[in-house]
């Protein structure tokens, strides 16, 4: 049973950073990409980045340049750096590991970006 554990998120103020962490049970090296997605109050999940298994990065345009997506192999985990956050980053951020044959989902973390 693969199990994605999402920490990190929080309150913080306009401008600030946060890092996300997942932590995968097992090795990542069998998922291929690992993603970050996000669903705002009432929204749809939206992809936010991802990472291939080479490190072929890939993100959203809403983040580029704000957001970067990273992984330790050797710590099965894949981290989202979040910096400049906005009011419209505020939603639940999930983290998303695909195989051949599934997709594995955390639970999520809710980021909230407000004064």
């Known amino acids: 049973q693969v199990q994605l554990v999402e920490s990190g998120g929080g309150l913080v103020q306009p401008g600030g950073s946060l890092r996300l962490s997942c932590a995968v049970s097992?090795?990542?090296?069998?998922?291929?990409?690992m993603s970050w997605y996000r669903q705002a109050p009432g929204g749809q999940r939206e992809l936010v980045a991802y990472?291939?298994?080479?490190?072929?990065?890939n993100y959203a345009e809403s983040v580029k340049g704000r957001f970067t997506i990273s992984r330790d192999n050797a710590k099965n985990t894949v981290y989202l750096q979040m910096t400049s956050l906005n009011p419209e980053d505020t939603a639940v951020y999930y983290c998303?590991?695909?195989?051949?044959?599934?997709?594995?989902w955390g639970q999520g973390t809710q980021v909230t970006v407000s004064s």
């Open positions: 097992g090795t990542i090296l069998r998922f291929n990409p």
């Open positions: 998303k590991a695909t195989s051949q044959f599934y997709v594995y």
């Open positions: 990472i291939s298994r080479d490190g072929g990065t």
